[in-house]
Structure formats: C-alpha cells, structure tokens
C-alpha cells in the first residue's frame, strides 16, 4: 500500500513538469508480454529494462496486494479454533472485498495517470490487458466468495464487469478486421512468463480463443455481457444494465445474428417504455425494432401489437400514427386463431383503452330473472374506429364458505344472508368491511384477490352489450351492458373485458378500475334476492274515499322473483271488521257482498297487474244536536286482501257524503223533529231522495210511521243544505221521557254534470240507505220565529252578492210570557258577512217580536238562511233600554227552545248590480219595505 502511494506521488510530480522521466515514458508498449497477474505475484521486483511502462509497476504491486490479503485470510482462519469459524462467511467477503478494492484502484489509478502523465499506449493491447486483468481478478475473489455475495463492494464489483465488457467491445474491431494475430503473439510472450501457473489462470484461455477464433469472440463476447448484466441488476445497477444490454443487441445485429438480438432489444426497449421515458427519445429505436419483428410476426406477435398500440397513439406525425394503426389491425385479422391476454394496470403506460365505471352505481338489487342494466365508459386511444369489439363486465359471486371464514386479515368484504320468513324480508349484512381503505394496488399480485377459495366453483354474472353500436370512436364511449339475474346471492365485480378482433383480449381488474383504485370500498356489488309476491293499494284520489256511495279501489299485483302458474288464483277481498258496514261488488254474481273474488290468473316473473275493487260504505250514526260542522267527520276500516295464502291489510279513510244534525220541537200541540242534511264539499254526485221513514222503536205496541210534512223529496246537489220534517205520532207529543226512533232515509245517485265517477253506472246505480236509531227527548217549543230576507237597495226584491240586505227576524211567544229575550244570528264566513250578531228584543203583551240585522251575501247563488237562535236575558228592561248600544256577555241566559219556520230554506242571491242615478234614496226605499214585510208577516201570523 505504501508502494502503491509512493508510484501515485511521482506520476503526480511528473505530470506537472514539462519533462518526463524516461524510464516511464520511454516506449508507447506496455512492456515485452501481457503483464498477468499470474505471473507478477511470482516476481519481487519489475523486469530488468532500461524503461518499465506504469501499467507493469500498478500490475506488480496489485498483485502482491492481493496474495498478501489471500495471506492474512489463510493465517487467520489457521489460528481461529475449529478450523471452520462461525463468522467465516463474512470474513470470506471481506477480504474479498478488500481484493475487488485493490483491482479496481489499480485499473483505475493507470487510468487516470495514463492520462495526466500524455502516455501514448498501444490501444490494442491495452484492451487486451484490461480483459485479462478484470478476468483474473474476479477470479482470485472467486478463490473466496462470489462477487454478487460481496454487497459491500458493489461498486467496484460493477466498475469491473462494466470496463471488461467495453474492452471486449473494442477487441472486437482488431478481432474483425483481422489485426488480432498480433496481440494474441504478445499475449502469448506474457503467458510464457507465468511458466506453470498459467495452466491455473482462466484469462490465459479466455484470451486466446477470443482472439483466434471470430465465433469463440461472439460467444465470450456475450458471455461476458450476460454475466455483467445479471451482476449489475443484482446491485440496483439498471441504467448501466440497459446499456451493456444495448451495446450487445448492436454487437449482435452487426453479426447478423438479429434473432439473438432481439431478445436484448426488446428487454431495452421495454424497459425505457415502463420507466415513462418521453416517447420522442425512444422512437426511432422502437421502429428500429419493430422493423426487425415483423420479419417474425407469429414470433414475437404480443410484442408487435404492444409496439403497433404505443407507435398509433404516440408517434410524431399523424400518417404514421394511421399507418401503424393499420398495421395492428391487420395483424390481429391475420391471426384470429391466437390468443393474446393482456392485463392492464392503472401504472401501465401507453394504454390503447381506458375504462371509467363512473356510472356503474355501487349497489345493484334484482331479482332471478331480472335484465340488469349498466353503463360504462370506454375511451379509445387509437387513431381509428374499433369496429370488431367485445365487452364484458364480469361479476362473481362472494360465496357463503367465504362469509363463514374468521375475518381476520382478509381484504375482501364478507357479507351474510338472513331471510326472516315472518315477516317475508331478506337481510343483508356486512360483517367485514375488509382494508378496502388501505389495500394498495401493488401488493395485489396479477390474478387478483380471489373471492373465495379455489375449490369452489363460482358463479358470476356477464354483462354484455346486446346492441351493438357498430365501433368503438375515438375518445369516450358510453356503453350500455345487460345480463339477466339467475342465482340468488352478492356477486362483486371482478373485472371488465374488452375483446378486440377475437384476438387481443384486455383485462382491467377491478383495483385497476381508477374510481374504485382511489376508493375501494366503491366497488359495485350486485345483490340477488327472492321477491316475494305482494299487494298494494294505490292512493286513493283525493286522498280519502266517500261513504254513501259507491267508490273505486285499485289494487296493484306482483309476481314476485317467482312465475304464478295457476291460471284459476284469485283475491278474496273482504274487510278486517266483522261488523263493518262495507259491501263489496261481485263481478261473477252481480252483486253486493260482504267480501268479494275477483280474479287474478297467471302471472309472469316481476309482472305487475292492477285489480279494481268497488266497495260501498253505508251511512250510519251520522246524527248530532249540535250545529252542523263546516267538515264531516273521518273515520277509517280496514281492507283485508288475501291471495297465494297470505294476507295484506290497508287501512282507507273514508268521509261521509252528507252531515246531519236533528234537533226536535212542539209547536202549539205538534211535536215536530227536524233532520237537516249538509252537504258542504263539491263531491261530483247529486242525491236521489226515495223515501224518508221515522219509526218509534217499541216491542209492545206496534210501529206507527211518523207523518212526513215535506212529502214532496227534492234531489240534493252539492254544497247545500236540505231539511226533513216529521210529525211525531200523538200519543208521543207530551210526553218528556226519551224515546227511541229509528230513521231510514233511501236514496240512489247520478252524476252530475261533467263529473267522471270512473265507476259503471250498473256498479253505482243502486238504492242507498242510511239508518239511525236516535233517542228523542221532546221539548216544548218556547218561540217561534219566522225570518225574512229583503234587499236593502232602493226598488230591489231579490238580493246581490256584497250589497247589504236586511235580515227581518219575526217572533211570536208560544207562553203568553212578557220577557226580554237575546235574538242571535250566526252564519258560514264563506256565505254570508254579518256586523252585528245579537240583539235585544223585547217581548209584548200580545206576545209579538220583531227586529233586523244587516247581512252581506258573500257568493252568488242558492245560500241558505243564517241561523237563528234565542237566549233568555238577564238585563232588567227600564226606560232606557233605547239607548242601550251593545249587548254584555253577562246578559245572556239559558238558550230557550223553539220551532224556526224558515230552517232549511234557501235565498237565490245575484250577482252585483251597477245603481241607476234615478234610483230613490235607500233610507226610503228601507222604511217602504219594512211596512210592507210587517203587513205580510200580520197576515201570515193571523
């Protein structure tokens, strides 16, 4: 080592001076022979000559550089116990270390000094000794280990391989041109100087028959690249692995020997490609190569078409894009008998198509049988339409041995199945979500995650496109896949498929997939279930259904995952209340029932059929003493549908056609009860009267019907009111004790005007009844009044809609009782605006009454009359009760009992009139018709 600095020192010194020493400078030969390092580790000094060239003195000292190591290694493994030392291994490589140190100082130190000192060597043997050099050296660190097990040395390890195998190359050119003869003779004068131990080095060989015999240089030639390669990959070196792969590839092309070649070529080439190297710098090569493959097209077949793809998208100039473009079509017509499978990965470069499942939804549910339907999109890179293509999107079931397994560590998501056969309901549920958030793509190996284990079969679901568009434009195609449903269970997809010409088939596993590569846990999962059979009902219009008249009920029916075969299957429609006042219509009978079979027939898988069911809710205990509500009163039953053996129940709100309020009366020695019908909506349906009966209920004495005063029944139209009137029979009239009554009011329907009942008329078109038992509890009538309507416009009769009217309320006292009594007057909103409500009226001596309110009609019209009550006063009448100007809460009394003559009547109101200028004052016109409405009401009193 100390040699090796002091030689560095001098060639240091001289190179700086002018003039050069001529014992290192003298002659431009290395020395008179090869210097072998064979044959320097037996010389103690260098040779006797009047110059030494620097390559002999680096050789020399090298030399015994590496026996003094081999040395020390033997003398300590001697001395170490056992003969065999457990750390020997790494003593092996650190001396062989040390020895791939020194061999790559020494070629690099005559380098460098070479340089610096302007030596003029002869090139040719130079490279000679360089191959033998690096030969014998990595054979003495063979003596102890292999240079790949030496990770520590790497570097001087690869600098070696890398300088052998350019000096290789260079002695091909003396090997070619035939100028080898000459330095294999002055090889020749440094073997002889190694005597015997030439015998025992491996360069003495290799030299030889590389430079005797051209096929012997090819073979050693790429022997020694090989090697170089495969070291220089084993330490990371893959930039300089790529050259010395290259260099061979040119080597072997200038030898036409272009089937060796290609190999090298190819590996080069894709290399660059999967390193993303810019296609611009590479394209020239890769024409290069391609133009050597298409002498061998069923050879290299998957190349050409890679190599075709990647010079269609990105080569310079657009001819040749089309024209390459060309040629793959060409070829993949050419060979449809072969095969070619291609796996695309999201980090694969160049792609020719691009898949997006963007629109595929994550979660899918059918049934068996059902057409599936998704869409997805397909970008195609290439230059021209894909006219001969296939896709497919393939998903596969995730079996149920899967979902029992422990979860532990498993990427796939496990999922169970629970059907509750109660309640008719399948239950999914996710008890292992997997590391879907987690899973990187390059831990997945080529063939994907399985599903399940290899020993079962599975079963998937292909979506194909069945209408085929004709070709595959350039840029983004959506495309619409179907496949029909078949076994029940959750099927994940597995991968997307695209077929192009029946020869290239490319795969895009689902983790390649770029929504589902950023989110895992988008990867579509398809769930097949059983559908049962069911029955609904469709909303009933308007939201509620009438009772009192026929009504329409649509039923809707589904099949269900399962075809209904029997042609004979029907619904027994009937309702949940055994006591329910429904009846149903009979189609096979004609007639109203308590429940109803309409017939259903065979149905398909997932067909639908609509069912009509007319039903008729009859009216009962409709009646109150108190005033009318605005609105009915809703009441809801039950609907029970049977069919295939089991049983649906719906729940139908219905609202009665009329409202009723009865209130009862004596009149003078009458006893008189009064049932006043409302009808406040615009239903469509205009009532028939037939027949209105009252009947005392009693078992002892026989029924005597009450006599009906408005015996002349009148149909009642919508949004009005209407009043019945009987005389209750005359054993009953003075009677105080409650009496039960029935009443029974028959009626039928039409239609009125443009109203479209959306029922038969033979459906509809029947008698009505609507029964009541009511309990009578007869009150003397105290007053009875009579009211009329008079407009207050000057030489007016009838009444218009916001003008004033005058309300003249007539009273006569049945009780010959002088009192001050409270007259009231109420009225709907909508109908009728009225300021003044109460007021006081004073009774006289001959028992008369009269006072008036000012009403303003509110619609045009039939209105009916407010109503009218009267309250006791507590007000104490004094002299100036005149000038008393509103009525206190506290004066109001009892409410007193009386019969009201103009209960149930109507005013026909018109619409609004424009006053003439020669019209009379109102005040008159006022006072006019008040004297003669008394006049009349006198003679209608006497």
Same mark, same amino acid.
């Given at each position: 080592d100390e040699l090796d600095a002091l030689l560095s020192l001098i060639v240091d010194h001289f190179s700086k001076e002018s003039t050069k020493p001529s014992w290192l400078c003298g002659e431009s030969h290395i020395g008179d022979g090869c210097p072998l390092l064979t044959a320097l580790a037996q010389c103690n000094a260098p040779p006797q000559r009047r110059? +030494?060239?620097?390559?002999?003195?680096?050789?020399?000292?090298?030399?015994?550089?590496?026996?003094?190591?081999?040395?020390?290694?033997?003398?300590? +493994?001697?001395?170490?116990?056992?003969?065999?030392?457990?750390?020997?291994?790494?003593?092996?490589?650190?001396? /062989? @270390?040390?020895?791939?140190?020194?061999?790559?100082?020494?070629? &690099?130190?005559?380098?460098?000094?070479?340089?610096?000192?302007?030596?003029?060597?002869?090139?040719?043997?130079?490279?000679?000794? &360089?191959?033998?050099?690096?030969?014998?050296?990595?054979?003495?660190?063979?003596?102890?280990?292999?240079?790949?097990?030496?990770?520590?040395?790497s570097y001087f390890a690869c600098s070696l391989s890398t300088r052998k195998c350019?000096?290789?190359?260079?002695?091909?050119?003396?090997?070619?041109?035939?100028?080898?003869?000459?330095?294999?003779?002055?090889?020749?004068?440094?073997?002889?100087?190694?005597?015997?131990?030439?015998?025992?080095?491996?360069?003495?060989?290799?030299?030889?028959?590389?430079?005797?015999?051209?096929?012997?240089?090819?073979?050693? $030639?790429?022997?020694?690249?090989?090697? %170089?390669i495969a070291l220089l990959k084993h330490f990371g070196w893959k930039r300089q692995s790529k050259l010395l792969g290259w260099q061979l590839a040119n080597f072997l092309l200038s030898s036409d020997r272009v089937e060796g070649a290609l190999p090298y070529l190819l590996k080069f080439v894709s290399g660059l490609i999967r390193e993303g190297v810019s296609l611009l710098l590479v394209e020239r090569t890769l024409v290069l190569v391609v133009q050597h493959l298409e002498a061998s097209p069923n050879l290299y077949l998957k190349e050409l078409v890679d190599f075709y793809v990647i010079l269609s998208i990105h080569s310079a100039e657009k001819n040749d894009r089309l024209a390459y473009c060309k040629r793959l079509f060409a070829l993949l017509e050419r060979n449809n008998?072969?095969?070619?499978? #291609?796996?695309?990965?999201?980090? &694969?470069?160049?792609?020719?198509?691009?898949?997006?499942?963007k629109s595929i939804p994550s979660r899918i549910t059918a049934t068996p049988g059902d057409v599936l339907r998704i869409a997805i999109t397909v970008t195609n890179n290439l230059p021209l339409s894909l006219e001969n293509y296939l896709v497919r999107c393939v998903f596969r079931m995730a079996s149920s041995s899967c979902s029992r397994q422990k979860p532990t560590g498993g990427r796939s998501p496990l999922f169970e199945c629970s059907y509750n056969h109660a309640d008719g309901v399948n239950r999914f549920g996710c008890i292992w979500k997997g590391e879907y958030g987690v899973l990187p793509r390059d831990s997945v190996s080529?063939?994907?995650?399985?599903?399940?284990?290899?020993?079962?079969?599975?079963?998937?679901?292909?979506?194909?496109?069945r209408e085929k568009r004709g070709e595959l434009r350039g840029g983004n195609n959506v495309l619409t896949l179907e496949?029909?449903?078949?076994?029940?269970? +959750?099927? $994940?997809?597995?991968?997307?498929?695209?077929?192009?010409?029946?020869?290239?088939?490319?795969?895009? @596993?689902? $983790?390649?997939?770029?929504?589902?590569?950023?989110?895992?846990?988008?990867?579509?999962?398809?769930?097949?279930?059983?559908?049962?059979?069911?029955?609904?009902?469709?909303?009933?219009?308007?939201?509620?259904?009438? %009772?009192?008249?026929?009504?329409?009920?649509?039923?809707?029916?589904?099949?269900?995952?399962?075809?209904?075969?029997? /042609?004979?299957?029907?619904?027994?429609?009937?309702?949940?209340?055994k006591a329910s006042n429904i009846e149903f219509w009979d189609e096979s009978t004609s007639k109203w029932l308590k429940w109803c079979h309409p017939q259903v027939g065979s149905l398909a898988v997932n067909e639908h059929r609509s069912m009509t069911v007319y039903i008729c809710k009859a009216l009962r205990n409709l009646t109150t003493y108190d005033e009318?509500?605005?609105?009915?009163?809703?009441?809801?039953?039950?609907?029970?549908?049977?069919?295939?053996?089991?049983?649906w129940t719906f729940v139908v709100e219905f609202r009665s056609l009329i409202s009723v309020r009865a209130t009862t009366s004596l009149l003078e020695d009458k006893a008189l009860l009064e049932m006043q019908m409302s009808r406040v909506r615009d239903d469509g349906w205009v009532i028939l009267p037939q027949e209105a009966v009252l009947l005392e209920s009693s078992i002892d004495e026989p029924q005597i019907p009450a006599k009906l005063l408005n015996t002349k029944l009148t149909p009642i139209v919508p949004k009005s009111s209407y009043r019945i009137v009987w005389v209750l029979p005359p054993r009953r009239q003075h009677s105080e004790e409650t009496v039960e009554h029935e009443i029974r009011f028959a009626y039928r329907v039409r239609a009125n005007g443009h109203f479209d009942p959306d029922i038969p008329e033979g459906v509809y078109d029947r008698e009505y009844v609507y029964e009541e038992d009511i309990a009578l509890t007869v009150q003397r009538a105290c007053y009875e009044l009579c009211a009329q309507l008079l407009s207050s416009q000057p030489g007016a009769v009838l009444c218009r809609v916001d003008s004033a009217c005058d309300l003249i309320v007539s009273l006569r006292s049945l009780t010959n009782k002088v009192e001050t009594v409270v007259i009231g007057v109420d009225a709907d909103s909508r109908f009728w605006a009225i300021n003044e409500k109460h007021k006081l009226l004073y009774v006289k001596?001959?028992?008369?009454?009269?006072?008036?309110?000012?009403?303003?009609?509110?619609?045009?019209?039939?209105?009916?009359?407010?109503?009218?009550?009267?309250?006791?006063? #507590?007000?104490?009448?004094?002299?100036?009760?005149?000038?008393?100007?509103?009525?206190?809460?506290? $004066?109001?009394?009892? #409410?007193?009992? %009386?019969?009201?003559?103009?209960?149930g009547k109507q005013v026909h109101v018109l619409g609004a009139f424009n006053p003439s200028a020669d019209q009379k004052s109102t005040s008159s016109d006022k006072s006019r018709r008040l004297k003669e409405a008394k006049s009349r009401l006198t003679k209608l009193f006497d």
């Open positions: 110059s +030494v060239s620097l390559i002999e003195i680096r050789s020399l000292i090298v030399a015994h550089q590496i026996i003094v190591s081999l040395r020390i290694f033997d003398e300590r +493994v001697r001395h170490l116990s056992g003969g065999s030392p457990p750390n020997a291994i790494q003593m092996k490589c650190d001396f /062989a @270390a040390i020895i791939l140190r020194y061999s790559n100082h020494c070629i &690099t130190s005559i380098c460098e000094e070479c340089s610096a000192m302007g030596l003029k060597l002869d090139h040719g043997e130079v490279q000679c000794w &360089t191959v033998a050099f690096c030969v014998e050296a990595m054979q003495f660190v063979s003596l102890l280990t292999q240079a790949a097990h030496v990770e520590h040395a350019a000096a290789i190359t260079e002695l091909g050119k003396y090997v070619e041109s035939g100028e080898s003869k000459a330095l294999l003779a002055w090889f020749e004068k440094g073997v002889a100087l190694c005597a015997r131990s030439a015998a025992e080095s491996n360069a003495v060989v290799e030299i030889r028959l590389i430079l005797s015999d051209q096929q012997q240089f090819t073979h050693y $030639m790429q022997k020694y690249h090989e090697s %170089s008998s072969t095969k070619i499978r #291609h796996s695309v990965r999201s980090s &694969t470069p160049h792609r020719a198509l691009y898949i997006s499942a080529e063939t994907d995650v399985p599903i399940c284990s290899g020993d079962e079969p599975q079963k998937s679901i292909v979506f194909e496109e496949a029909k449903a078949s076994d029940v269970g +959750v099927y $994940m997809l597995e991968n997307v498929d695209i077929e192009v010409a029946g020869v290239l088939y490319v795969t895009f @596993a689902w $983790m390649d997939i770029p929504e589902i590569e950023r989110d895992n846990s988008r990867r579509p999962i398809c769930f097949v279930y059983r559908k049962a059979a069911t029955v609904s009902l469709r909303a009933v219009k308007g939201g509620y259904a009438l %009772s009192g008249v026929a009504q329409r009920l649509d039923f809707e029916l589904s099949s269900g995952s399962e075809p209904i075969g029997d /042609a004979s299957t029907s619904l027994r429609v009937t309702s949940s209340n009318a509500d605005s609105d009915v009163a809703t009441t809801s039953d039950q609907i029970c549908v049977e069919w295939l053996g089991k049983e001596e001959s028992g008369l009454g009269q006072t008036s309110f000012s009403v303003v009609p509110k619609m045009v019209g039939f209105l009916p009359y407010p109503s009218i009550t009267v309250y006791c006063c #507590h007000h104490l009448r004094t002299s100036s009760d005149k000038s008393l100007g509103h009525i206190e809460q506290s $004066m109001f009394g009892a #409410h007193l009992a %009386s019969f009201i003559r103009t209960n």
